[in-house]
């Protein structure tokens, strides 16, 4: 079986692809001077652009976790992200709040998927 490794780095590769499954490693805004709702804004717009580049897409997602910075923030998340989840597709979840490594990053995603 083979292992299809996309936008590989030194460190780690954004998309893995291996047996029918898509992992994405933690998907970030591209500007983190947004607050939490354009950050998951961003981010989820990063999961489907690399989940696309699988051949994958948001109605395949099997597990989502969140790393948030801020509980207090969990409501503005919700909100950007019930708008975005496939309806009656809703991935099993998680979030976490957790110390994140840049002080203005408010959200992180890691996305497992179906391809």
């Not at 970030?28 to 354009?38: P, T, V």
Request: aromatic share 6%; charged share 25%; glycine share 6%.
């Amino acid at each position: 079986m083979s292992i299809q490794r996309l936008h590989v780095a030194k460190r780690y590769s954004e998309v893995v692809i291996h047996n029918g499954t898509i992992y994405l490693a933690g998907q970030l805004a591209d500007d983190f001077d947004g607050d939490i709702r354009e950050q998951t804004r961003q981010t989820l717009a990063n999961i489907d652009k690399m989940l696309a580049e699988g051949g994958s897409d948001k109605s395949k997602i099997l597990s989502l976790t969140i790393f948030i910075k801020d509980m207090a923030d969990y409501d503005g998340l919700n909100a950007e992200y019930d708008a975005w989840v496939a309806d009656g597709h809703a991935p099993a979840r998680a979030c976490v709040e957790a110390k994140m490594y840049k002080p203005e990053v408010l959200v992180e995603m890691c996305v497992v998927a179906a391809v």
